[in-house]
């Protein structure tokens, strides 16, 4: 008997795989961004999760969000009457488990119930979202201003009374590699393989001194 010949691309499995390969990706970035600070404090502490920072998180859960939706489209089109027949099947045998309906209604309910009364303790899982978004375990010194790091060192030089020649000398004595006064402290902090925040840090005590 001849062998089935598996040459032929097989669009089915093409799309279980993406979707199951773009779920994971999903669910990783969506966990990263939890996880993640506000904005503002993750580029000011340079925040990184396994060496990919807040944009790139965003960027990978954007854009696999777009590959799910559409290769979910696509598989919806590609087996479309096996989808509902299926689907028409299942319904149909799980209508009749009415204890399974009930407890999986109660506890979809319970679920939707304490979110939106925002009931402790379950409510302390967004606490802790909010603490992490406030940035209490990451900054070390706040940052003077908002989006202090896209100042220039001509700013920041203004900013702690300091003669720019002076500041640009001392950075390049404790080790930072510097372009010119026009540099914001995020290109210089990213260029060093630092942040903003220990930039400032070590600004301020040269301007202390």
């Known amino acids: 008997m001849p062998e089935k010949n598996n040459s032929r691309f097989q669009w089915r499995s093409f799309t279980s795989f993406t979707l199951f390969l773009s779920f994971f990706f999903l669910a990783a970035s969506g966990l990263a961004l939890y996880l993640r600070p506000e904005g503002s404090i993750a580029n000011w502490t340079a925040w990184k999760l396994i060496g990919i920072d807040k944009t790139g998180w965003e960027g990978i859960h954007t854009f696999f969000c777009v590959l799910f939706l559409s290769i979910a489209v696509f598989h ?3 087996n479309g009457n096996t989808l509902l027949r299926y689907l028409y099947d299942r319904l149909s045998r799980n209508m009749r ?14 679920v939707l119930f304490l979110s939106v009364f925002q009931i402790r303790p379950f409510w302390d899982v967004m606490d802790l979202r909010s603490s992490i978004k406030k940035g209490s375990h990451l900054v070390s010194m706040k940052p003077p201003e908002q989006d202090f790091d896209r100042r220039t060192l001509f700013e920041a030089a203004n900013f702690l009374q300091m003669p720019l020649e002076q500041l640009m000398k001392n950075l390049q004595e404790n080790g930072l590699s510097l372009k010119d006064e026009n540099e914001s402290l995020s290109e210089l902090a990213r260029r060093n393989h630092t942040s903003p925040q220990k930039v400032f840090m070590l600004l301020f005590q040269i301007a202390e001194q």
């Open 76 to 78: 919806i089109v590609l």
């Open 97 to 110: 488990k009415k204890k399974e309906l009930v407890m999986s209604a109660a506890l979809v309910g319970m």
